[in-house]
Each structure stands twice: as structure tokens, then as C-alpha cells.
């Protein structure tokens, strides 16, 4: 019989599997975090049905409506501009009385009311304007927070929200629609609040219509934000600045980098999920020593789900750093927490994958000091005694065990509501028992003791 001569591989090949193999793993590291934040950007951020299921229940924080009801007061009283009403109303009600001590007087009016204007040194009403206002001021807040407090504009809120963030997101997606509430200029994206102040300058001039004779409001705005604010300043006889009722969202530099995100987002978020997984069958694939390749792997991801982690916390502080007030610090907070909790949910999921897959491929290896463990407590690798009972009494009903687990299972992923921890926990533990079951029925198979290896 010929002799088959059995050629060794290369070492040089070896060398290169291994490089390619240790590239091939930051590479895969990296797009397992950028498609974790892309899945959950395209699934929460991006999505406005997802976005009210995450931030809705917690919009009846109070300090929703504390910063809404501050921003809607300062510009209604913007609007009203009651210190130069006050001083306008007193002044025509000092001239009046200056009339009416002339005509007392049964005098010419020219020459004495010049007299009191200039040559006589008097208080006039117009000097008490700033306490007239200061009292209509706080008028005017008390009714604004009452009309934000109120039940009806409770059950608006969520729609109000829901509108701006569509808008919001057509706007970056460029989708050509009309967004009235949320429109781009060349220095930022503005939310319009013109609407609110409305309804708040209607509820105020039933408490401060005197400073203001034949001010009627229209019945209802026109949608343009520059029309509007110009229908409302000739409602009220003045001129409103150009920035009236706007919320800078982003400025212009900021929303060009989330236009070009959310663009390559909606068009690459599955692709990029696709090319993850096969990268990471490629690298096992490719790795010559594939238990080392996994654990890598997984230590790998881990480490770069904690350090996007820590990221995104600084993302958070930059957003709350933000606010103006210390109601808008809380509501930026609540927001951010909201809406980022579905992302550190998909975190953990894929952390504990990792994890999990780690930890399994160093037990395969069986490690030194695994074996070692063997030989102080012999139960873990014990065939026959009180072991090898539960394991022949586990393979005995191997069967009914499969789908008791199974349905337990099943009964686990209903009770947690679908979600994405509880879908990955229910399958490490459905894995976890049907591999151990049929681990339990190979250890019945084997009688008394191990089965010595054949001779060669």
C-alpha cells in the first residue's frame, strides 16, 4: 500500500488568517455598535408612533407644563407690552384731568396747560406705569399657567407633540411636505408656538382689555409662521419681533449633520444589520483558532456597547446644558431618559449575547483551570451514583421535559410583553435547558464509569 505523505500547513498562511482575523474583529466590533444605534434611531428616534410610545407616559410631568406655561408668558407679555400701554393709558388719563381742572378753573386751557406741563413741577400718572404693569403682569401669568394646567390642555399636549415631531422629522428627511409648526431657516430649525400664544393673548384680554381698547383677535391663525405673527401684531397695534413664538430646535450646522444621519439611516440601517452578521460569521470563519476568535468577539462588543454607553450620558449632559431654565434642564432630562431607555435595552440585549457567547467558548476550550475543578469535585463530571440517577431520570422523561420548556418559554416571552430583553433571556434559558437535557441523556448512556478511549 502506497504511504500517503499528510503535508503541514503553512505557518506563513497561519500568520495571515490570524491578522486578517484580528482586523476583522474591531472592524466587526465597530458595526455591531453603529447598527445597534442605527436599529434604535430607525426604530424610536425616527419613528413618531415608537417616539409616543416611549415619551407619553411621561409627559404629565410637571415640569412639562412649568416650561411651556414660561416660554407662552413671556411672549404673550412680549406681545401685550404693558409697561408702554400703562404708560400710554395714564398719560392720556393725566391729560384728561388736566382738562377737567381747566374747565373747573374757567380758564383758557392753552396757556395754563402749558403752564402745568413746563413752568410747574408735578407728578403725572404716567410715573406709576411700572407698578400698573407689574400688577397686570402677574394677572396675565397666573392666567397663562391656569390655562397650561388646565385638563384640556392636558389631553392636547400628546397631539401637540406628535405634530412637531413629524414635522420635525419631515423636515429632515426633506420629504417636500408642509410643515407649518416646524420650518427651517438659515440659522436653525424653529418650532412655532404663535398658536399657543394666541390662545393665551384671548384668555389675558379678559383681564387686561382696558390697556387695550378695540384689540380684537382673530378667530384663528394663519398657518405660516411669518403670517401669523404679522396677523397677530396688527391685531394688537404693534409690531412683533421677527423671532416671536419661535423654539430654536437645532441650529442649521447641527440639523445638516441629523439630515445627512437620518438619510443614511433610512436607506442603510438593514444593510448594515446584514453586513454585521456577516462579518461575524466571516471572522469565525476565517480565524484559525475559532474558541479565541469568539471570545474576542465577545469581549470586544461589550466593550464597545460600555464605552457608546458613555457616550451617550455625555450626549445626554450636552442636550440638558442646553436648557435655558432649570424647568427646561428637567424637561431636556425626562425626554432624553425617555427616549434612550429603548436604546440601553438593545444594549444589554446584545451585551448579554456577546457575553454569553464569550463565556461558552472559553468553557469549550476546557481551560485549565475548568479541568481543575473536575478533579476537587469529581460530582461535576460524575457518571454513576446520585448524578448519574438525575441524569437517567432527566433523559427518561427527555421528551415532556422538551416541551414543558418550551412552553414555559413561550408563556415567559407573552408575559414580557415581546420586548427585546425578555425575548433574549427566554432564549438563553430555553437554550440552556435543551442543551442540558441533552447533555443529561448522553451521561445515561455511558454505564458506571467513562468509557476508556480505544487503542489505535
Known sequence: MTAVAILPARPGGRVVRRWVAAVLVVVTTLLVVASTVAVWAHRTVLDTDDFMDAVTPVLDDPAF???????????????????????????????????ALVEQLDAEPGPLLEALSTRVDRLTLATLAPVVADRFEERVETLVHRLVDSEAFHD????????????AIGVARADGADHPDVYLTDDAVVLDTTPLIAEALREALGSVGDML???????????????????????????????????ALLDRETFDLVQGTV??????????????????????????????????????????????????????????????????????TVLFDAVAADLHEIFWLIGIVAAVGAVVAVLLGRPAWLRRAGDRWPWLRATDGEAAGISRRVAGHAD?????????????????????????????????????????????????????????
Not at 72 to 98: G, K, S, Y
Not at 217 to 242: F, I, K, M, N, S
Request: aromatic share 2%.
Open 263 to 332: 438619510t443614511t439611516v433610512d436607506r442603510a440601517v438593514w444593510v448594515l444589520v446584514a453586513l454585521t452578521v456577516l462579518l461575524v460569521v466571516v471572522t469565525v470563519a476565517v480565524a484559525p483558532a475559532r474558541r479565541r476568535v469568539t471570545v474576542q468577539l465577545g469581549i470586544g462588543v461589550v466593550a464597545g456597547l460600555m464605552i457608546a454607553a458613555a457616550l451617550v450620558a455625555r450626549l445626554r449632559d450636552l442636550v440638558v446644558d442646553a436648557a435655558r431654565t432649570t424647568d427646561g434642564e428637567r424637561v431636556a
Open 65 to 99: 407644563y412649568d416650561a411651556l406655561a414660561d416660554h407662552v408668558t413671556e411672549q404673550t407679555l412680549l406681545a401685550l407690552d404693558l409697561d408702554a400701554r400703562a404708560a400710554t393709558r395714564l398719560t392720556e388719563l393725566d391729560e384728561m384731568m388736566a382738562l
Open 156 to 167: 392636547r399636549l400628546p397631539q401637540l407633540v406628535e405634530r412637531a415631531h413629524r414635522a
Open 213 to 247: 381698547p378695540g384689540v380684537t383677535l382673530p378667530d384663528a391663525l394663519v398657518e405660516r409662521a411669518p403670517d401669523a405673527r404679522a396677523q397677530l401684531g396688527a391685531a394688537l397695534g404693534t409690531r412683533l419681533p421677527d423671532g416671536f413664538g419661535q423654539v
Open 400 to 456: 415532556a421535559l422538551r416541551v414543558v420548556v418550551v412552553a414555559v418559554a413561550v408563556l415567559g416571552v407573552v408575559l414580557t410583553g415581546f420586548s427585546w430583553v425578555g425575548l433574549v433571556l427566554v432564549g438563553l434559558f430555553l437554550a440552556v435547558c435543551l442543551v442540558g437535557i441533552s447533555v443529561a441523556q448522553r451521561i445515561a448512556d455511558v454505564p458506571g464509569e467513562r468509557r476508556s478511549a480505544p487503542a489505535p
